[in-house]
């Protein structure tokens, strides 16, 4: 197996975070990083070490500075793909360390049984309380439209720009709404509304949901775009009112109707027609 370059490809058979294009793009951007940032680096600490350096010295320095500042921007490039998944994983890795720590540190500082039985408890009032259960599941569902969004822009958008293959939209917020979820997307350069039109029964087939609908969120700012996944209509609910306990004991035929006076109608027949308007004939 051949070996794998800094700022290279990698061999055949590697096991990678993210898609092969995006890694031949991001190890791209890193050679130009790299060589900018190390060029723009030792001019300025070459050209500022001078006052009080010999200029063969300064040279030196200013060489050192830029090799190294511009190997840590060109690393952090490079390695920007892996980060970002971790970045959309950053919920689910952060609930997980929080639970087992916290799990380890209760069982170190008291009985090993005394977590056991509170994630017990957690746990029977999350599935047991209806109300619970009902806004962790909001909750739950807004994480996983996050990850179906970002597959289908992954999807359809970047098939469609294979120039540039890592310029997905960015997934800021997601939040429960009585119908479903809204997700707020930033567009980045390349990307347009227009880019999302006719692909949203493909967004709400991904998010297993019934419907999904794609606007502008803000009038200042074109790449703001909300998405709205519709999952049950809340209006067909029946609603519970205080006031039908208070006439219950009136039904329609139980109305009272007075016996002398019969039930009043209107006779058209006896209405007289209006006379039609003359007009005034021209002389």
């Known amino acids: 197996m051949a070996r794998s370059r800094l700022f290279g490809e990698r061999p055949v058979g590697a096991v990678t975070l993210v898609e092969t294009p995006v890694s031949?793009?991001?190890?791209?951007?890193?050679?130009?990083?790299?060589?900018?940032?190390?060029?723009?680096?030792?001019?300025?600490?070459?050209?500022?070490?001078?006052?009080?350096?010999?200029?063969?010295?300064?040279?030196?320095v200013g060489l050192l500075s830029g090799a190294v500042c511009g190997l840590v921007v060109a690393c952090l490039v490079r390695v920007w793909p892996a980060l970002r998944v971790l970045w959309w994983w950053a919920f689910e890795?952060?609930?997980?360390?929080?639970?087992?720590?916290?799990?380890?540190?209760?069982?170190?500082?008291?009985?090993?049984?005394?977590?056991?039985?509170?994630?017990?408890?957690v746990l029977g009032v999350v599935f047991g309380v209806g109300r619970v259960r009902r806004r962790v599941s909001a909750w739950v569902w807004c994480v996983v439209v996050r990850h179906r969004l970002r597959l289908c822009f992954a999807e359809f958008i970047r098939s469609a720009s294979r120039l540039h293959p890592g310029r997905l939209p960015l997934i800021l917020w997601a939040r429960p709404t009585p119908a479903g979820e809204r997700v707020w997307v930033?567009?980045?350069?390349?990307?347009?509304?227009?880019?999302?039109?006719?692909?949203?029964?493909?967004?709400?087939?991904?998010?297993?949901?019934?419907?999904?609908?794609?606007?502008?969120?803000?009038?200042?700012?074109?790449?703001?775009?909300?998405?709205?996944?519709t999952r049950r209509d809340p209006l067909t609910g029946l609603v519970p009112s205080p006031l039908s306990a208070l006439v219950t004991w009136m039904r329609d035929e139980e109305a009272p109707v007075s016996p002398a006076m019969p039930p009043l109608g209107l006779d058209l027949l006896d209405v007289p027609e209006p006379a039609p308007e003359q007009r005034n004939s021209r002389r």
């Open 186 to 229: 930033w567009l980045r350069p390349g990307l347009d509304l227009t880019d999302l039109d006719g692909k949203a029964d493909k967004l709400a087939v991904a998010c297993w949901a019934g419907e999904a609908r794609m606007v502008r969120a803000s009038a200042r700012h074109a790449a703001l775009v909300r998405v709205d996944i």
């Open 93 to 121: 890795i952060a609930a997980a360390l929080t639970l087992f720590m916290g799990m380890a540190y209760l069982s170190r500082a008291t009985h090993p049984a005394v977590p056991l039985v509170l994630l017990a408890l």
């Open 24 to 60: 031949r793009s991001y190890a791209q951007k890193a050679r130009v990083a790299f060589l900018v940032v190390a060029a723009s680096v030792a001019l300025v600490v070459a050209a500022t070490a001078s006052v009080t350096l010999p200029l063969v010295l300064a040279i030196v």
